[in-house]
Nanobody
Framework: QVRLVESGGGLVQAGGSLRLSCAAS????????MGWFRQAPGKEREFVAT????????LYAESVKGRFTISRDNAKNTVYLQMNSLKAEDTAVYYC?????????????????WGQGTQVTVSS
């Protein structure tokens, strides 16, 4: 069983920054891609970013490209999401996810595990 524990969410003003962290346990961390999805009120969950098991490949949603950066530290079994230039429309619950292979993904069909989510609120 894999456990994903997110931290770092909170309230920030538009234009500000936050860094989310996700600590993983339960399997060989570097063997699997990791990612972040989010769900805003009244909307479906959507892909945000993903990183391969090695950390060499990343993918981003168009809405966050250039503002968000995903990274991982395989020695610490942790994945990060650095969020800069935050906008009100970034307000959502952010979920850390673990993929079922080492390859980057954008679809929820490629996800084995979900974290419990952390709230990010951006005030305008």
């Amino acid at each position: 069983q894999v456990r994903l524990v997110e931290s770092g969410g909170g309230l920030v003003q538009a234009g500000g920054s936050l860094r989310l962290s996700c600590a993983a346990s339960g399997r060989t961390f570097s063997s699997y891609a990791m990612g972040w999805f989010r769900q805003a009120p009244g909307k479906e969950r959507e892909f945000v970013a993903t990183i391969s098991g090695s950390g060499r490949s990343t993918l981003y949603a168009e809405s966050v490209k250039g503002r968000f950066t995903i990274s991982r530290d395989n020695a610490k079994n942790t994945v990060y999401l650095q969020m800069n230039s935050l906008k009100a429309e970034d307000t959502a619950v952010y979920y850390c996810v673990a993929g079922n292979t080492a390859v980057v993904f954008t679809s929820s069909r490629s996800i084995d595990y979900w974290g419990q989510g952390t709230q990010v609120t951006v005030s305008s």
